[in-house]
């Protein structure tokens, strides 16, 4: 095999492009500065106990004390031994973030246009289209980046798999193998189960593709070494797999023991989350049209409307300063849709929306239906509520569905399938298969359909909506007197976003027609139309990205780096160098809950899958109020706050470490455990539902002492004095897998008592009592993850000596 660097040359210029446009849409980062991330900073927050003891002595800890009382951190951005598919992962990410996210998204949808035999031009065309649509950029906005990082290996993953298809059985496999391994890697289980969804419907396209064409064999042949392919992604991520499967039965994706609510009212059982949570943030039928007209329901939930808008004018009618008027006009709440709360539109932009309409006309095949059919299916899901009988089928029967929430988040779909159609109609435009005239034909119906469907909008706006929004009473109310001036002023203001950003679409529509018009006319050579698109489309999305991640989310690294600085509360707890717990109920406790996390143990934190049980203590009690759970956790310091000041209140009659207690109560179930919790004398008795136990009496006199000698995040030494046998309860959190209790080096079984607690059963005498944390499923997953490399390096090496003695 002789390469041509001629040929690769187009590729390199591309490659090189991606990147320059990756650090020139996220400029500030080459001045040494990072976006600041609302959900990155949680992370910070959460992960700094890990961090620091990773620092301190070198070693990975798999388990934090520092939020919702103790979990372990197997998503906290845990580093496992020989999680080799990582390391690549970094090398291909090699930009500043997030221009890295940017990058990928760019590369990735280029390789899938390619392997779907799409000129290199066209190819790069669409990967601009896919990376910047606006959802994908405003996901690095807010730091959801596990999410972006999942997103932007899809379309590598559908590349393999289209190669394979193809017939390219040694290199799909390869690309397929490697790019699964690292859509896995990226972690987030939801955006790689919407992709499974979609590789099913693109598996029934080419099945019954294969049935028409009688090539039933070398469908089944294909899958098959796709399913080999799967195996070995899997094995290369086999800890961080077994190590989530393992957790996520003990977290709130888990089914739950209780059957009812903290009222006492009925609980919906399920093995999954609520239908309730699930749909939560449930696309409104009507968003639809966000796709293809930005504000068309007032964009997000807080919009900058300016000094020429309605509600400047009205701050300053009753008597604003100009300072507050722009203030006020800077996060005003133009969204009027149905869900909560709104980042910003998912818009996919008025070009490709054009596109994908024209596409539908001159497209033919299995590409065709595939790419539709998941549109469809995507989009439909994303209704959530909205779309009850459809969503309830699939929460109740397809499996996986319920441990999801957020189900509007499915349009990434949408956002993946609409381009690759969108360019495939270019390449049905520049192609001579098709007549001139069915060309232009598909191009009438398509501004027909598209073009004047804005218009309609544009025309009778006033007719069809009256934009009033779902939260408008509560701003009625809150303005007061003037709170129907607020409320018209809003409306106006989102009448002219509505009106501008239509008009705005329409212009877009009739441009990309009127530039296929010249085409087919041959007025304009294919290059120069090529040339025109990446204009239209760098135009229409940037413009709208820009709208919302810009160069002000950007700020020094230090205050990224170091998000949280000690107040006074936190510097005075943080000279107690003892192991308690912190509960910040402070405002600013409320407005960044990982923040205590980031100096001290706490019970509050931020994440999306904490333990079930420490939720369901949370709910019942934590909330409100209840001083004798909150004195079982050891809860030793409230981060109070009085007249903006914050201070540090001491509890003194929290229980500590460990204690011995008189009683220990068998009962019956999981209502009667937490219940019983309500008014239980914690430091004399102790409630369990454990089998192996049951109720007993101990006699626990004055000498009876249990103490703490040493503590770490995975490793907790105490020593124990009792002239009886006894029992004692250690306020740290139960999680059977992976804690190992030894007293005086005899491993004993550890107890789940108070429905969150360790206990032991402790012998009369002095001992030594050591808690280990040593999850066995790291060091199993490592080793799969061991082999799997080794085997996949193999297959690499035996794939590019093939292919050079094939050409040979």
């Not at 109310?477 to 509505?498: N, P, T, V």
């Not at 943080?574 to 019970?603: C, Q, W």
């Not at 000596?801 to 040979?808: A, M, T």
């Amino acid at each position: 095999m002789q390469f041509s660097f001629k040929k690769f040359l187009p590729h390199l210029l591309v490659l090189v492009g991606f990147v320059a446009i990756s650090l020139a849409y996220f400029s500030p980062v080459l001045q040494g500065k990072k976006i600041y991330q609302s959900d990155i900073m949680h992370y910070i927050g959460m992960a700094e106990q890990q961090k620091e003891f990773k620092a301190t002595t070198g070693q990975e800890t798999y388990w934090t004390n520092s939020a919702f009382g103790g979990m372990p951190t197997y998503q906290l951005g845990a580093r496992y031994p020989h999680n080799y598919i990582k390391k690549l992962d970094a090398v291909l990410r090699f930009l500043p973030r997030p221009a890295d996210y940017l990058f990928i998204y760019f590369i990735g949808f280029y390789i899938l246009l390619l392997c779907l035999k799409v000129d290199y031009k066209l190819a790069a065309l669409g990967a601009l289209a896919f990376g910047f649509s606006t959802y994908l950029i405003i996901i690095l906005g807010v730091g959801h980046n596990s999410k972006a990082h999942a997103i932007a290996y899809m379309p590598l993953v559908l590349a393999g798999i289209v190669l394979t298809f193809r017939q390219k059985y040694i290199a799909g496999f390869l690309l397929t193998a490697v790019a699964l391994g690292l859509e896995i890697g990226a972690n987030h289980f939801q955006m790689t189960y919407y992709l499974m969804l979609l590789v099913v419907v693109l598996g029934i396209a080419y099945l019954i593709d294969a049935y028409r064409k009688k090539m039933l064999p070398h469908f089944f042949k294909s899958v098959g070494l796709m399913v080999v392919a799967l195996i070995l992604a899997i094995g290369l991520n086999a800890t961080n797999i077994l190590a989530t499967q393992e957790y996520v039965k003990e977290s709130t994706r888990g089914q739950s023991e209780l059957t009812i609510n903290p009222d006492g009212s009925p609980k919906e059982v399920s093995s999954g989350l609520s239908k309730e949570y699930i749909t939560e943030y449930s696309y409104g039928k009507l968003e639809t049209f966000n796709l293809f007209i930005p504000r068309f329901l007032g964009g997000g939930s807080g919009e900058d409307v300016g000094k020429d808008s309605e509600i400047y004018k009205f701050f300053r009618n009753i008597g604003a300063t100009p300072v507050q008027a722009l203030q006020e006009s800077q996060n005003a709440p133009t969204y009027w849709g149905e869900q909560t709360i709104v980042e910003a539109p998912a818009y996919i932009g008025a070009v490709m929306i054009f596109l994908f309409v024209f596409a539908l006309f001159l497209v033919r095949g299995r590409l065709k239906w595939w790419l539709v059919g998941g549109t469809v299916l995507a989009l439909l899901l994303s209704y959530g509520k909205n779309l009850g009988f459809l969503t309830d089928f699939f929460i109740d029967y397809v499996p996986l569905y319920n441990k999801f929430r957020a189900v509007s988040s499915i349009q990434v779909i949408v956002e993946l399938c609409v381009p690759v159609l969108a360019i495939f109609g270019l390449v049905k435009l520049f192609n001579d298969f098709d007549k001139d005239e069915h060309k232009l034909n598909a191009l009438k119906i398509s501004l027909a359909i598209v073009g004047g469907l804005a218009l309609i909008f544009l025309l009778f706006k006033s007719t069809f909506f009256e934009f009033v929004g779902a939260n408008d009473g509560y701003y009625r109310q809150a303005y007061g007197e003037y709170g129907q001036g607020y409320i018209d002023a809003l409306r106006a203001d989102r009448k002219a976003f509505f009106t501008q950003d239509t008009l705005r679409t329409l212009i877009l529509v009739l441009l990309s027609a009127g530039t296929i018009f010249m085409f087919i006319k041959k007025k304009i050579s294919e290059t120069l139309v090529v040339g025109i698109f990446a204009i239209l489309i760098l135009f229409d999305l940037v413009g709208v990205d820009r709208r919302y991640v810009n160069t002000d989310n950007f700020v020094s690294a230090y205050k990224v780096d170091k998000p949280y600085q000690p107040n006074a509360a936190d510097l005075e707890i943080m000279e107690d160098k003892g192991h308690f717990r912190v509960l910040d109920i402070s405002n600013e406790g409320s407005r960044a809950p990982a923040r205590a996390a980031y100096f001290h143990n706490t019970l509050s934190g931020y994440h999306a899958a904490k333990l079930k049980r420490f939720d369901e203590l949370f709910d019942f009690h934590i909330s409100r109020n209840n001083m004798n759970v909150l004195n079982m956790l050891n809860t030793k310091y409230f981060i109070a706050e009085e007249q903006g000041q914050v201070f540090p209140y001491v509890n003194e009659d929290a229980n500590g470490n460990a204690w011995f207690v008189s009683e220990l109560e068998k009962l019956e179930s999981a209502n009667e455990e937490i219940r019983a919790l309500d008014s239980l004398q914690t430091l004399t008795k102790a409630v369990t539902t454990i089998s192996e136990l049951s109720s007993k009496r101990f006699n626990v006199d004055s000498t009876a002492t249990i103490t703490l000698t040493a503590h770490q995040p995975n490793k907790l030494t105490y020593k124990s004095s009792n002239p009886n046998e006894g029992f004692s309860v250690f306020s740290e959190m139960y999680y059977g897998n992976g804690w190992i209790a030894t007293i005086d080096g005899k491993e004993t079984p550890i107890q789940r008592v108070d429905y969150t607690l360790r206990g032991l059963q402790i012998p009369a005498g002095n001992h030594d009592i050591e808690f280990k944390f040593e999850p066995q499923v790291v060091q199993t997953g490592s080793m799969i993850a061991l082999g799997s490399s080794v085997l996949l390096g193999l297959l690499l090496i035996g794939g590019v000596w093939f292919g050079f003695r094939k050409e040979d």
